[in-house]
């Protein structure tokens, strides 16, 4: 059974989530702060995780970033406010998805079952190995190393490697990288892409690598590019 974790200060608005889930089938889990949703992640490891970004004790953006230290799990973030700035932060601490209030329930069921389709289709895709240079990415067991040192990435930043890496050179519109990896059911737009790449490459250049790397195409997208002498 999918669970869901509803984490929102305000108890209308738990209670109509948590109605809407369970009517879909979804076990439902309720945080009233922050401390109690990271609490409850820790202890149930939900599906889907419904965030609200102002609640006590620590905020929706802090809880979002430790969710995604060590998960993949989809968080859909809830705000009162609809501001760019809120949009891009939420993206850039690693939320999946983006919904302002007042918003309809069964949008957000929309989206809930968006988030589950996709994480569906990752997991269901042939897993293969690729080593490029002192690059090695293994879709087999979901893991990345470089001159053999491990390198921690979520599904997504995993995904969006794999894809530049399966084809050197080639540049990928960032639109393009969206439907390949979220799908074109996903409702949010390009800069969740540049969000998950500059994750992506910090954490790759943590580790020296002067044979390849992900170069920005400008007004374009990206491509994994290798070093003549690197091959």
């Keep these: 059974m999918v669970t869901v974790l509803i984490a929102d200060d305000n108890k209308q608005i738990t209670d109509i ?6 009517k879909e089938g979804y076990e ?17 490891r ?3 995780v419904l965030l609200d970004v102002m609640m006590p004790q620590v905020d929706g953006f802090a809880v979002c970033r430790e969710i995604r230290r060590t ?21 850039d ?16 069921m929309a989206r809930v079952r968006s988030v589950l389709r996709r994480m569906a289709r990752g997991e269901a895709k042939d897993r293969q190995v690729l080593e490029q240079g002192s690059l090695r ?7 990345v190393s470089v001159d053999g040192r491990p390198v921690p990435l979520t599904r997504k930043e995993l995904e969006i490697l794999w894809t530049l890496v399966s084809a050197p ?18 409702y949010g737009d390009s800069r969740t892409v540049d969000s998950h790449i500059k994750r992506l490459r910090a954490k790759l250049d943590e580790i020296p690598h002067p044979g390849w790397e992900i170069r920005t195409i400008w007004g374009v997208g990206y491509k994994f590019e290798v070093a003549d002498d690197a091959t």
Excluded: C
């Design 169 to 186: 050179g080639r540049v990928y519109a960032r639109e393009q990288l969206l439907n390949m990896l979220w799908g074109t059911d996903y």
């Design 17 to 22: 989530l948590a109605e809407y889930s369970k």
């Design 28 to 44: 439902v889990l309720i945080a009233r702060d922050g401390r109690q949703a990271l609490a409850l992640f820790e202890q149930h």
């Design 46 to 48: 939900p599906d889907v």
């Design 93 to 108: 601490t690693g939320a999946d998805d983006y919904i302002v209030k007042p918003f309809s329930p069964a949008e957000v």
């Design 137 to 143: 990415v293994d879709l087999d067991n979901y893991e």
């Design 71 to 91: 998960s993949d799990t989809p968080v859909i973030m809830i705000t009162a406010r609809g501001e760019d700035f809120e949009k891009i932060m939420g993206l």
